[in-house]
């Protein structure tokens, strides 16, 4: 299984998920990258820098300009990484989209990906999507709400699926 976010905050690796399986489209706030020679570093290193009285802390290989290695409003993706992401989605049989309005470009647009390669599509979200005639199921519904009982319901047939000797 993969993960595909468009989230910055890294709560999928602290939540547990296998940091190398998870693709942070966005980028990630745990980095910052100078703006100079695209050099990364931990952001919480930074911080410590300001925190010691630095108030402007530069890029110790160039000197250029430090910035949260992430993907603001109005710049490109990184190419490397939704080819990345394109290559999962074609592969993959299964892609679920989880609390998205599938409204935001190039990361929408792998639901159609997948499905173009031969994958289902299933959507959780609270509100319609452009992609749900894509789907195969649509669970309308709070994702806080769906994917606890979702979860339940799998173990619960995991259970009930196992030999009566496992048990
Ligand atoms: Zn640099």
Redesign the pocket.
């Known amino acids: 299984m993969r993960i595909l976010t468009q989230n910055i905050d890294g709560l999928h690796q602290r939540a547990g998920s296998t940091p190398r399986k998870v693709l942070e489209l966005h980028g990630s706030m745990r980095e910052v990258v ?6 990364r570093s931990p952001t919480a290193a930074t911080l410590e820098r300001v925190a010691a009285g630095e108030e402007d802390p ?7 300009i ?1 910035k949260l290695a992430v993907v603001l409003f109005g710049e490109h993706l990184d190419p490397a990484t939704v080819a990345q992401a394109e290559k999962i989605a074609q592969a993959c049989q299964l892609i679920l989209a989880v609390g998205s309005s599938l409204r935001v470009e190039p990361a929408a647009s792998l639901c159609a990906v997948a499905v173009n390669t031969g994958a289902r599509l299933v959507i959780i979200n609270r509100d319609p999507t452009p992609y749900d005639d894509l789907a195969v199921a649509v669970v309308r519904e709070p994702i806080g709400t769906a994917l606890p009982r979702i979860t339940a319901a799998l173990a619960e047939a995991r259970t009930a699926n196992r030999p009566a000797a496992s048990r």
Do not use: K, M, S
Request: with cysteine; hydrophobic share 15%; proline share 0%.
């Open positions: 100078c703006t100079g020679c695209h050099l530069r890029c110790t290989t160039c000197g250029g430090l």
